[in-house]
């Protein structure tokens, strides 16, 4: 059985690997539309902007199960403690 900091060590591990993997799938967006002709600019930066948000809104949630993950891994450590 794991203990409760490898579980931490491994989500953080998923975390910072789904992050990369969803910043490159922004990257792709940004860079296929930066330097489009067939649409207009405005078209193309609110293609990017949409990637972006959807990227940052990610993000977060993923901040978010790495700090639910961290405050159950300093809950067990607190409990052992006593």
Do not use: H, P
Not at 19 to 27: F, G, I, P, Q
């Amino acid at each position: 059985m794991k203990t409760k900091e490898q579980i931490y060590e491994d989500t953080k591990r998923l975390v910072y690997e789904q992050d990369k993997e969803n910043y490159l799938a922004y990257y792709k967006v940004f860079t296929e539309n930066i330097s489009r002709r067939d649409i207009t600019t405005e078209e193309s930066e609110a293609i990017i902007k949409a990637a972006y948000d959807t990227y940052k809104e990610q993000e977060q949630q993923l901040e978010d199960i790495l700090d639910l993950a961290y405050i159950d891994l300093m809950e067990s450590s607190n409990r052992q403690a006593i």
